[in-house]
């Protein structure tokens, strides 16, 4: 790899299509030229604390996360250096006991709700992109998502989002919609937001 690479940040609401997004960009790119971080890769471990009381913790506070770790990890990527990164268990609250070895890429996308939140993480980022999708349906999404893909009742979807999710958005995530560089309102289905996206992103990395 030739130069520093390309770092994206991709933020928004909990549902709102960063996932797709992303996908977009990588697609685009090309899975052999962009490496992406997701910042629910660096929660917290919690063992000294039983299931039940790891399951009750917020998840959607900005000190839930291992941010210091992140902005390292970006840093060393930025530099050419391999990373080892963190893996998280969804189901039981808790990080595995392996990491996943990444390598520098030509681009590199940080995703999460909160990434925008660290000054440090924003410095490094050369475009920040934040999604923008109204509440419902960022809820239903998640709503699939949780029940799905990460082992969880609809019940405790709904307490956690009622509780800490939403509460947790109007907080820390909306506000950070001001550092974003670009906004995609409708999320991952506004074609033509994404691709305008996507021409900067070529144009930045054919530099």
Known sequence: MNGT????????????????????????????????????????DHPELRLEERAALNYD????LETDLMVRHVHDLRAGRPVELPA???????????TDTAQSRQTIIVEGILIFADAGLRKLMDIKVFV???????????LKRDVAERGRTMDSVIDQYLN?????HLEFVEPTKRYA?????????NAVAIDMLLTLVRS????
């Open 5 to 44: 690479p390309v770092v994206i940040g991709v933020a928004g609401g909990s549902g709102s299509g960063k996932t797709t997004v992303v996908r977009r960009i990588v697609e685009s790119m090309g899975d052999d030229h962009v490496l992406v971080l997701e910042h629910d890769r660096y929660y917290h």
């Open 61 to 64: 506070h900005p000190d839930s």
């Open 88 to 98: 998280y268990d969804f189901a039981r609250h808790a990080r595995r006991h392996t």
């Open 132 to 142: 923008d999708t109204d509440d419902d349906t960022r809820f239903i999404r998640r």
């Open 164 to 168: 800490t999710v939403k509460p947790m």
């Open 181 to 189: 560089d670009i906004i995609i309102p409708r999320g991952g289905h």
């Open 204 to 207: 930045l990395t054919s530099r």
